[in-house]
């Protein structure tokens, strides 16, 4: 086993460690992929951002149509209900 700069019980021989030359290995790094990662994630989120708005808008414009709809259905049973009293009326009148 070879002098490290750590001991066996993990005291620290600061004379050693000064003289050891730290590699942080940043030429491997390609940041410019990294940068375009971080910038593709973020379209990703943003993306899914305004999908997610969209089906909320879509589905309240949905729910809102089909009340209309059943609102008209309603007033036309209303009118037809109306009519057929009218008729009765009418009839038992003559």
Do not use: P, W
């Not at 309240?60 to 009218?86: N, Y």
């Amino acid at each position: 086993m070879g002098y490290t700069a750590v001991s066996r019980n993990l005291g620290v021989d600061v004379a050693t460690l000064a003289f050891v030359k730290v590699d942080l290995g940043l030429q491997d790094v390609n940041f410019l992929r990294l940068h375009f990662q971080l910038l593709f994630e973020m379209l990703f989120h943003f993306s899914a951002l305004m999908l997610l708005l969209c089906v909320v808008i879509f589905e309240d414009c949905v729910g809102r149509a089909c009340q209309l709809v059943v609102q008209l259905l309603l007033l036309l049973a209303l009118v037809a209900d109306h009519v057929q009293e009218v008729s009765v009326l009418l009839d038992a009148v003559s």
